[in-house]
């Protein structure tokens, strides 16, 4: 049972969106999934691409994923990591996969000289909050993340 993690390469694109199809659904959002192999392979492989992705591998079968990039702290004036999504399938989670892919994100982190290392969690994901709380994790409960998408996106940027 040796797990392994690896850089994402253009030809996982349709392994990560599986696993991105099965987040969704875990987060009741399956609907709002626009993404497709095609755009995957250009949003994260594609030149000028500022996000990364990584696989995790259990005896060579994928078994979950992390999407981030890198963000901006004014405040320390260096880059932070920020993970867009971490996913396990069902079937591999208790084996430490998630673990294994945030401790490979906190060195990438240390490894480009970030100031820091964030993501968001659903506020019902209890399993996902009682991993990161054992690894050290706090909760930044003072911020409220805002987010303008599709239409009111569009139309603010419009007028």
Avoid at 48 to 72: K, N, R
Avoid at 79 to 90: I, M
Avoid at 103 to 130: T, Y
Wanted: one cysteine or more.
């Amino acid at each position: 049972m040796a797990l392994t993690i690896r850089e994402a390469v253009r030809e996982d694109a349709a392994t990560l969106l599986g696993f991105i199809r099965e987040l969704a659904i875990y987060e009741k959002a399956e609907h709002e999934v626009a993404a497709t192999s095609e755009t995957i392979g250009n949003s994260i492989f594609g030149t000028g691409s500022v996000t990364h992705a990584l696989v995790c591998e259990q005896d060579g079968v994928p078994i979950g994923m992390a999407i981030w990039f890198f963000s901006y702290s004014t405040w320390q004036a260096k880059n932070g990591l920020y993970l867009e999504d971490l996913y396990v399938t069902p079937k591999a989670r208790g084996l430490g996969a998630g673990k294994a892919l945030l401790k490979r994100l906190a060195q990438i982190a240390v490894e480009n000289g970030c100031g820091r290392f964030e993501w968001s969690v659903l506020d019902w994901n209890e399993p996902a909050i009682r991993v990161y709380e054992a690894i050290g994790a706090e909760p930044m409960t003072e911020w409220i993340r805002y987010r303008l998408s599709g239409e009111t996106l569009k139309s603010f940027a419009e007028g």
